[in-house]
Structure formats: C-alpha cells, structure tokens
C-alpha cells in the first residue's frame, strides 16, 4: 500500500509542477498550426479540451498532461514484468518523469506524447494476452486503430513486422506489413532534401532527449541484449526505431522526436539489466553502480529545474531569441498588452498572427504590428520584459489616423 501511495505522490507532484508550467507558457507556432490547420486526432483531442474547459493555456495542454499521467501508470504496470522489487518500479518511474524529453511531451502539443502513450497501451494489452487470449482481438483492434490516428506509429508497425518473423508468426507478419503498406500509401516518406549526414546531429539531439548518460545505457542494454539474445517485444520496438532514425540520419535530417518515444520503451529492459548487475554483486562491488545512478539522477533533477526555472536565462542572454524556449514565450503577454491599449487586431506576420489568434487577437489591416521601430505620433511601443529583461519589442501603428 505505501508504494502505492508513493508513486500516486510522485505523479501530484508531477502534475501540479507541470500545471505550473502551463501558466508560464505561450502557444507556439508549431501547436498553433495543429490547433488551426489540417484536421487529426490529436487537433481534435484538444479542440475537445478546450470546448470543456475553455479558450486557455490549461484547456491546450490538459490532454497532453493527462496522457503523461496515463503513460506513467502504463509503464509502472508494464516494468512489473521486468522489475519485482516495487521500489525498484518507482524508481523506474522517477526516472521517466524527469527524463528531459518526456517532460516536454508532457507540455508541448505534439504527436511525442500520443505516441509515447500508444506504444505503452499496446504493451500492456500485449501483456494481458499472454494470459488471457481474448485480449487478442483488442490487440488487433488497437493497432488498426494506431494507423489513423498518428503516421508515427508506423514505426511501430514495422518492428512489429520484425518481431513476427522472429516468432514466426505468420498472422502477426501481414498483418503488421499490411498496416505499414496502408500507412505508406496515406502518409508517404519523406526523402526531400539532397543526401547529406547528420549522424552526429541525431545522435545529439537523443543525448539531449534522454541525457548522455541514460541515452548511451539505453543503447548499451539493445545492444547487449542482441549478443545474448535476450530480445523480446520491447526490444523489438525501441531497437528497430533507433536503427531506423541512425541509418535514415546518414542521407537526410530526421525528426528524431518521432522516434525517440521508441527507446522510452526500452526503460524497463535497463533498470532490469541494471537491478540485476547490482544485485548479484557484493556490497563493496556496488558503488559504481551507485555513482552511476546518483549521477544520471542530479542530471535529470538538474534539468528539471532549468526547465522550472528555464526564464532566468534571459537575465544573461544578449539576443533573447536564443533562449531554448524562447518560440513558447511573448505571444501570450503581448496579446494581453494589446488588449489593455484596446486592440483586438493586428496586422502581422503568419507565425505571430496564427500565435496571436489563439489569445483572442485576430487578424485585420486597421492595425499594423512590427518590430521595426516607428516614429510616428501613430507608434505605439509595446514591450515584453522577464524578470524585468526586456525580451521583446514591437510597435503597433493605426493606419486610419494616419
């Protein structure tokens, strides 16, 4: 019962620190071109939201906090399998929560955190049908549901296509073939570009999502698991994305944020291999796992508090446009300036006016807003500080008294 308690503990804590976040945010012109652009799942998850709780930042990111909440209990059922210890689970689950890129699919509108909760929904349901066989058709069912609602799962397809061959399981085999062949036809792949490496880059950019230290573990344990043969589900589904992503960034730039929930999958195959490499071990033999540990865990709490904290850097930032969030920032204050000076339209560019629409700004020509100063008696100044650092600055001109 008390470990209960403690990882619903862990998940309020979670939850009121992301809350917090969402009155520290501004919509950004990415989540601005899913709420107001091509109709999908995930658009209309969260036109659902806000016509439940209104036009607000917490009805724009209710249904991706919900989903983290969702995975996380997915993830501590599913690591029952991997991990008897419960402690052990929650520290599984301690771990996940304040992995930087899971944070950010928390609170950022992006198909991550649908992805990331698909994935553990159809482990769990995998799981049930290894007792229960009328599950299967769920299972079935599930994945046929997967191909309309993101084309991210189609990664998900085709380590499924692999892991069928292993099993040989023919059902399994067309029918994951089938659904990645269907998910070709509607959504296509992407080969733009001319051929150029970005290998590196990929490699980076999965450092920064999971921190250097649990990227290189995670990708230690695929490996490892490969030479011992120790392959499951799991393995089949973060290790058949991660090849993909590594050998798709030798030609081209790949979104590794499609890909990067795959490996999340793979957190319960390293604090098993993990548990078990410390366990058997003597005491005096356990401090480097310890270190280890210790380590990666300040790395995470450290970069939980940058996030928390993430608009003190402005403060010793020159050009405030380079602030990591700086794209989440200003459009929420300047629409609320706006409308103090009595100005509920604007003239601007696509990226802010989309940005601007959400916070009840609409587009017209009476006003012109730029950030090209303006001189005129017909200039108006509005100026966005944090942490009393200006950070962004336009002018708002009213053509008809011109």
Known sequence: MKYKIILFLILGIDALVLFFQTSELSISYHEATLLYGNISFLQLLIQSSIAIFGHNDFALRFPMILLHLSSALLLYKISKQYIYNEANRLWLILVFVLLPGVISSAIIVDSAGI??????????????????????????????????????????????????????????????????GISLYFYGFNTQGLPKGHFLDSIGIYAAIFTPIIFIYLFYILYRRFLTKEIDLLWFISATALILSLLLSFRQRVEIEQFAPYLIV?????????????????????????????????????????????????????????????????????ALELKKKNIDCVDTKRSL????????????????????????????NVTISYKNKPVYSAYVTNINNK
């Open 266 to 334: 793979a957190l319960p195959l390293g604090a098993q291999t993990f548990y078990s490499s410390y366990r058997v071990r003597l005491k005096r033999f356990r401090t480097k796992y310890r270190v280890l540990f210790t380590i990666a865990l300040l790395f995470l709490a450290l970069n939980t508090i940058l996030v928390l904290f993430n608009k003190y850097f402005y403060l010793v930032l020159d050009e405030p446009q380079k602030h990591f969030a700086y794209k989440m920032h200003v459009a929420k204050e300047l």
């Open 353 to 380: 006016a989309l940005r601007l629409r959400f916070y009840g700004i609409e587009e017209c020509k009476q006003y012109i807003l730029t950030e090209k100063k303006d001189d005129s008696e017909n200039g108006i």
């Open 115 to 180: 992805i990331i909760f698909g994935l553990l929904l159809y482990i769990y349901v995998y799981q049930l049908t290894q007792s229960r066989s009328s599950y299967t058709f769920v299972l079935y069912t599930l994945l046929f549901l997967y191909m309309f609602i993101d084309p991210g799962f189609i990664y998900l397809f085709i380590a499924l296509f692999f892991y069928a061959f292993y099993k040989k399981d023919k059902v399994l085999l067309i029918y994951a073939l089938f659904l990645t």
